[in-house]
Every structure is written in C-alpha cells, then in structure tokens.
T-cell receptor, first 115, second 114 residues
Framework: EAQVTQNPRYLITVTGKKLTVTCSQNMNHEYMSWYRQDPGLGLRQIYY???????DKGDVPEGYKVSRKEKRNFPLILESPSPNQTSLYFC??????????????FGPGTRLTVL | AQSVAQPEDQVNVAEGNPLTVKCTYSVSGNPYLFWYVQYPNRGLQFLLKYITGDNLVKGSYGFEAEFNKSQTSFHLKKPSALVSDSALYFCAVRDGANAGKSTFGDGTTLTVKP
C-alpha cells in the first residue's frame, strides 16, 4: 500500500529540547516537502527536496532543519523548539515529471506542542 | 512571488444545491493549480489539478474546477452538494518556473446542511 508515514503523531515537549519528526514514503517519489498548518493561515511550506541531497527553503524555514540522505526519508529537525513552533505538521511527497512536481501525497500529520 | 487567495473562510450550502469555493492566484510563470480537501483529523487529499489543456477540469467525488486565465481564478464547483462534502478545502499553486515551491490558500470550510 502506498504510504507516507510520520512519527510521532503527537508530541508535547519543552522549549529548547531538540526533536526530530520523521517522514518516510514507499512510493519512490523524488520530491518531498514539509508544511505547517496553523488556524487561519492555511499550509505554509517549510522546506522541500527535489531529490537526494537537494533541499531548498520554503516560505517559513526559520527554526527548522532538514536532510535528505536517502530517497525515502525526509526528517524535520527542530534544534531548539520554541512555543511559536506549536503547530500541525505535514509531510508530503510527489513525483517529478518534466522537471516539475505534480500531485502531492500527504502524511497523516504530527501535532506538536512546545511548552 | 506566488500567492493564493481564498476569499471566503466559510461557505454554507444546502444539500442538493450547487456549491462554489473560490480561489484566485498570482504567479509570474505558468500556473499549476490544485485543490485538496481535508476531513477532520485527517491529512490532505488530492481532488483535482490544472496543468495545461482544457480549462474545465474534473476530479474526484464529482468536483470540477474552471481555470480562468484572464481572471486568474480556479474556482471549485459541484452541481449537487452532499452532507459528506463538508470539509476544509485548500487551493494551491505552483509556478511552472519554480518546480518545488508550493503555496496554499488559507482554506475554506464548506458546510453542507441536510
């Protein structure tokens, strides 16, 4: 079954304690991306990756890091989380076609609370 | 810079009536346009897309959308709404010249009343 998995699904942490949210896909997609969803603000793109070892900033990259060492995984790292990073996070994947990306497939989301 | 506007936070319709959820966009290159739906406590699901070709695009669950280049709009429509269509709908745009960057609207909550 084609899947995008995120772990953990729920996380409560404290300010400054480093954390990683994992994203894994089994669809062999080149493209992966992270978004955060906040009420009234829709989805905002944090980082994206067009392929292994290729990452780029989205609209709200501050306070986040990513890496793409292998095709199936795209972890999101918060080195020093702050309360304003409390949000619902989604990972998405997609195929590349003609040099651009097409439909995105979303994971189930990770609800992060930073106290 | 690219942007998407969904001017209505909320759309209410009666079951069986037609529905429209509005979306306008701004990109510098060719637009790639998408609609996604989010049901409560779920991730986003793809509904339909416009990349090129026919301006009227048909998608999942009986939804369709019309690409209007002159008005830079991509409104989502359905001829006859169902209660089960109640959800949060997102319009998204990608600039054909910037392959990886995606911009989503703020979302429109559709409520269909029996």
């Amino acid at each position: 079954e084609a899947q995008v998995t995120q772990n953990p699904r729920y996380l409560i942490t404290v300010t400054g304690k480093k954390l990683t949210v994992t994203c894994s896909q089994n669809m062999n997609h080149e493209y992966m991306s992270w978004y955060r969803q906040d009420p009234g603000l829709g989805l905002r793109q944090i980082y994206y990756s067009m392929n292994v070892e290729v990452t780029d900033k989205g609209d709200v990259p501050e306070g986040y890091k990513v890496s793409r060492k292998e095709k199936r995984n795209f972890p999101l790292i918060l080195e020093s989380p702050s309360p304003n990073q409390t949000s619902l996070y989604f990972c998405a994947t997609g195929q590349l076609a003609g040099g651009t990306t097409d439909t995105q497939y979303f994971g189930p989301g990770t609800r992060l609370t930073v106290l | 810079a690219q942007s998407v506007a969904q001017p209505e936070d909320q759309v209410n319709v009666a079951e069986g009536n037609p529905l429209t959820v509005k979306c306008t966009y701004s990109v510098s290159g060719n637009p790639y346009l998408f609609w996604y739906v989010q049901y409560p406590n779920r991730g986003l699901q793809f509904l339909l897309k416009y990349i090129t070709g026919d301006n009227l695009v048909k998608g999942s669950y009986g939804f369709e959308a019309e690409f209007n280049k002159s008005q830079t709009s991509f409104h989502l429509k359905k001829p006859s709404a169902l209660v089960s269509d109640s959800a949060l709908y997102f319009c998204a745009v990608r600039d054909g010249a910037n392959a990886g960057k995606s911009t989503f609207g703020d979302g429109t909550t559709l409520t269909v009343k029996p």
